[in-house]
């Protein structure tokens, strides 16, 4: 076998692996296990967010909390001081901070209130998001376990092609291999494609263009052209 028919054969081999993927992915189970996936993980990621909210919640309430502790401590030393004032006058110039701060005080009250809340919210939301993934996970676990069987087959078929991959990839020609790998990554497939030929005597693509006549002395001097169209390797025997 030469190298060009082994690249050939890599290809066929991988052309199978990707049919096989092909097939396992469009069973139904499997898109449906796939679903329940999603939506455990977009419950999870729901759930996560709101425990992280709820955290930041209950740092903003040390702080206010800390604040409200302060405006008490700074009402009882204006009521002490309003208490032992000598005047009318000292008595009336202590009334205004004494306003406000009752009016902090009474700010930083509604603020760990509503805090409190927003976190009663959040904790009801992770009881839900809970259940949902519980309930996920049940669906989850009851589908791959039907799919177990065929699963298990399409990973012992997907084995033996990798494997078998793996050992022609060690005699392939490393050229071939390169052009092949960047047009996979490229999303090119299949990378090697034979010449076809029109009853006008044209040689075309597998993506139907004709070759052009650069490629079509290249195809004949060569043995190979990458398409215009395509980029796909054309070759002829």
């Known amino acids: 076998m030469t190298n060009f028919e082994q690249m050939i054969e890599y290809q066929k081999l991988d052309m199978e692996l990707r049919r096989l993927n092909n097939e396992f992915n469009k069973n139904p ?32 309430i040390e702080q206010v909390y800390a604040d409200f502790t302060a405006s008490e401590k700074e ?8 208490s032992s004032a000598a005047t009318d006058e000292e008595k009336a110039a202590l009334l205004p901070r004494m306003e406000l701060a009752k009016a ?7 603020k760990v209130g509503n805090k409190i809340e927003a976190i009663k919210r959040l904790l009801g939301t992770c009881a839900q998001e809970q259940k949902k993934k519980k309930t996920v996970k049940e669906e989850f676990d009851r589908i791959n376990a039907k799919l177990k069987d065929v699963k ?42 034979k010449a076809s030929v029109t009853d006008g ?3 075309g693509c597998l993506c139907g263009m004709q070759l052009s006549q650069t490629n079509k002395t290249k195809l004949k001097n060569d043995k190979m052209c990458q398409c215009d169209a395509c980029r796909r390797i054309v070759y002829t025997d």
């Open 29 to 60: 189970d499997k898109k449906k296990l796939d679903s329940a996936r999603n939506d455990f993980n977009a419950a999870q990621a729901i759930f996560d967010k709101s425990v992280a909210e709820s955290e930041d919640y209950a740092k903003e």
């Open 75 to 82: 009402i009882a030393e204006l009521e002490k001081a309003f």
């Open 104 to 110: 902090r005080l009474e700010t930083y009250r509604n």
């Open 152 to 193: 298990d087959s399409f990973m012992t078929e997907r084995n033996k092609l990798k494997e078998k991959m793996s050992e022609l990839e060690k005699k392939l020609d490393k050229n071939l291999l390169e052009i092949y790998v960047k047009a996979r990554k490229d999303g090119i497939f299949p990378v090697f494609v």
């Open 201 to 203: 005597g044209n040689y």
